[in-house]
């Protein structure tokens, strides 16, 4: 038996949260049995390319090279036996995948980085596919979708391989697990060069259109934007990434393309997951308390130089999740390094001059990194001083959109990685509302995260305007973490 604070904050802003609740651990993992592998690719002629197409990838992609595959994992109830999903479901979402693929071929070819020209490339030919893996499991499908406390190793046998070295990498992979007579997960394996958050999820929306709705319901205005030229380079920034890439990956040579390897990283021991909520009151809440203390900090030194926004809740939200982690972690002694650094990034469509359609698909995102060299005085500094931190290194990109890239890039890899905390996704990607005909997701979570210290923020599932989000952690550091976020909550109430 283990304890942890309950991990479910979804109560009014005017109540207390929960106490400590007994939770048990399930074993570490259950192998799932393989129905099927398959390759799924767009219908012969459809897609309206030449039979080769070769898509130069940008600085914004040539960054996330080395990096791990995102890993999403998407669970749905599912309440019929394995013979209506094997004959119905399954075939259904094999067609619309395939219909799908149409629209964002790229995403069923490969990245290669050849020798001439010496830039990473997608390669799409006709006949290229997505590697489709159908297996079953008998685990027990609410566990695994809950929020509270579990096993990172659970969840892996439900995620699909995707290699990670290699002349030619493919750019996605899919598996679909049912659960007998309770649900199905459908997770999914991408290469982050590819592209970014919200491209990714325009293709999960437009998939589960197609299989709900069929694929007349797209509208022209919903399809991908394809054309990554748009993205204009005139500081030369790809060739200083690639640059660095080459030392980075220690990038041999093949045939006729580097080899490509990321950069993997040896997991703690004992990690466990958990989900944390916070509704649209408590978020809210937390804001204007971060606000009224800009304005007392004000007022007690006298200074006016510059009127201090409030935070976005989105601000408020890491800010204390920031700072319950440095709390935690100097709890646990999990290490003895003083410094800290967070990393936030930020959507560049809108922001590049000219714009970029939101339909674009690609990487397009700046990360915005802060660095604190003694995290002992952002603990004392608290809540406030974390938000403004964050939102200070936002407010930057209005002087140029680009500004200090290049540096936040170079400071990611010479940091330590077990001190950069990094937020994926984001609530505006609205993840819940990705619904194949079934209903919504009853819970989404990506099970890459343990390969980072970062979490997972998204949309509330409880469809409140709250957000959510998930960590890995040891135990003791979830222990940890828990007691903090809701000891800290329930102060400002």
Same mark, same amino acid.
């Given at each position: 038996?283990?304890?942890?604070?309950?991990?479910?904050?979804?109560?009014?802003?005017?109540?207390?949260?929960?106490?400590?609740?007994?939770?048990?651990?399930?074993?570490?993992?259950?192998?799932?049995?393989?129905?099927?592998?398959?390759?799924?690719?767009?219908?012969?002629?459809?897609?309206?390319?030449?039979?080769?197409?070769?898509?130069?990838?940008?600085?914004?992609? #040539?960054?996330?090279?080395?990096?791990?595959?995102?890993?999403?994992?998407?669970?749905?109830?599912?309440?019929?036996?394995?013979?209506?999903?094997?004959?119905?479901?399954?075939?259904?979402?094999?067609?619309?995948?395939?219909?799908?693929?149409?629209?964002?071929?790229?995403?069923?070819?490969?990245?290669?980085?050849?020798?001439?020209?010496?830039?990473?490339?997608?390669?799409?030919?006709?006949?290229?596919?997505?590697?489709?893996?159908?297996?079953?499991?008998?685990?027990?499908?609410?566990?695994?979708?809950?929020?509270?406390?579990?096993?990172?190793?659970?969840?892996?046998?439900?995620?699909?391989?995707?290699?990670?070295? +290699?002349?030619?990498?493919?750019?996605?992979?899919?598996?679909?697990?049912?659960?007998?007579?309770?649900?199905?997960?459908?997770?999914?394996?991408?290469?982050?060069?590819?592209?970014?958050?919200?491209?990714?999820?325009?293709?999960?929306?437009?998939?589960?259109?197609?299989?709900? !709705?069929?694929?007349?319901?797209?509208?022209?205005?919903?399809?991908?934007?394809?054309?990554?030229?748009?993205?204009?380079?005139?500081?030369?920034?790809?060739?200083?990434?690639?640059?660095?890439?080459?030392?980075?990956?220690?990038?041999?040579?093949?045939?006729?393309?580097?080899?490509?390897?990321?950069?993997?990283?040896?997991?703690?021991?004992?990690?466990?997951?958990?989900?944390?909520?916070?509704?649209?009151?408590?978020?809210?809440?937390?804001?204007?308390?971060?606000?009224?203390?800009?304005?007392?900090?004000?007022?007690?030194?006298?200074?006016?130089?510059?009127?201090?926004?409030?935070?976005?809740?989105?601000?408020?939200?890491? #800010?204390?999740?920031?700072?319950?982690?440095?709390?935690?972690?100097?709890?646990?002694?999990?290490?003895?390094?003083?410094?800290?650094?967070?990393?936030?990034?930020?959507?560049?469509?809108?922001?590049?001059?000219?714009?970029?359609?939101?339909?674009?698909?690609?990487?397009?995102?700046?990360?915005?990194?802060?660095?604190?060299?003694?995290?002992?005085?952002?603990?004392?500094?608290?809540? #406030?001083? #974390?938000?403004?931190?964050?939102?200070?290194?936002?407010?930057?990109?209005?002087? +140029?959109?680009?500004?200090?890239?290049?540096?936040?890039?170079?400071?990611?890899?010479?940091?330590?990685?077990?001190?950069?905390?990094?937020?994926?996704?984001?609530?505006?990607?609205?993840?819940?509302?990705?619904?194949?005909?079934?209903?919504?997701?009853?819970?989404?979570?990506?099970?890459?995260?343990?390969?980072?210290? +970062?979490?997972?923020?998204?949309?509330?599932?409880?469809?409140? +305007?709250?957000?959510?989000?998930?960590?890995? !952690?040891?135990?003791?550091?979830?222990?940890?973490?828990?007691?903090?976020?809701?000891?800290?909550?329930?102060?400002?109430?």
């Amino acid at each position: 038996m283990y304890s942890l604070i309950c991990c479910c904050l979804n109560q009014p802003p005017t109540r207390s949260f929960p106490s400590v609740v007994p939770l048990t651990f399930m074993a570490a993992s259950k192998p799932v049995k393989i129905l099927e592998q398959c390759k799924v690719a767009p219908p012969p002629g459809s897609v309206a390319t030449p039979t080769s197409t070769a898509i130069p990838l940008t600085f914004f992609d #040539a960054f996330f090279l080395p990096v791990l595959p995102v890993e999403i994992v998407y669970f749905y109830e599912y309440p019929h036996p394995i013979s209506q999903f094997t004959h119905s479901l399954l075939p259904q979402l094999k067609h619309s995948l395939s219909s799908t693929l149409i629209h964002f071929y790229p995403l069923a070819g490969n990245v290669s980085w050849p020798h001439e020209p010496n830039q990473p490339m997608i390669y799409y030919t006709e006949g290229d596919s997505v590697s489709f893996t159908v297996a079953e499991s008998d685990a027990d499908f609410y566990h695994l979708s809950s929020n509270h406390i579990r096993e990172t190793m659970e969840s892996r046998p439900l995620v699909p391989h995707l290699p990670t070295s +290699g002349t030619n990498i493919p750019l996605l992979a899919i598996q679909v697990t049912v659960f007998p007579n309770t649900g199905i997960c459908i997770a999914l394996s991408r290469h982050h060069s590819s592209c970014d958050g919200r491209a990714f999820t325009h293709l999960m929306r437009t998939w589960s259109s197609i299989s709900k !709705l069929g694929a007349g319901s797209l509208s022209l205005e919903f399809l991908p934007f394809l054309d990554r030229t748009v993205i204009e380079d005139k500081e030369r920034i790809l060739n200083i990434f690639l640059e660095l890439l080459e030392g980075l990956m220690d990038s041999e040579s093949g045939s006729e393309n580097r080899i490509l390897r990321a950069i993997d990283r040896e997991l703690k021991p004992n990690l466990v997951r958990a989900t944390f909520e916070l509704n649209e009151a408590s978020s809210r809440r937390l804001k204007e308390w971060i606000f009224a203390q800009y304005n007392k900090k004000e007022e007690q030194t006298q200074t006016h130089t510059r009127s201090i926004a409030a935070p976005s809740r989105l601000v408020a939200t890491c #800010a204390y999740t920031w700072i319950c982690m440095l709390k935690a972690d100097a709890k646990v002694g999990e290490s003895n390094n003083n410094m800290t650094s967070f990393v936030l990034s930020a959507d560049c469509r809108a922001r590049l001059d000219p714009p970029i359609p939101r339909t674009y698909l690609g990487n397009c995102v700046k990360p915005n990194v802060v660095v604190v060299e003694d995290k002992t005085d952002l603990i004392r500094g608290g809540v #406030a001083a #974390a938000a403004q931190l964050l939102g200070d290194a936002l407010h930057e990109m209005d002087k +140029g959109v680009l500004k200090g890239m290049v540096q936040s890039v170079a400071s990611l890899v010479e940091l330590p990685h077990d001190r950069i905390f990094v937020v994926a996704g984001s609530p505006q990607f609205e993840y819940y509302k990705t619904d194949f005909g079934f209903g919504r997701p009853k819970k989404v979570e990506m099970t890459s995260v343990e390969g980072t210290s +970062g979490m997972f923020l998204k949309d509330s599932s409880n469809v409140d +305007g709250g957000f959510e989000f998930d960590l890995a !952690l040891n135990k003791l550091e979830m222990e940890a973490f828990a007691s903090e976020f809701v000891d800290g909550l329930n102060a400002l109430i």
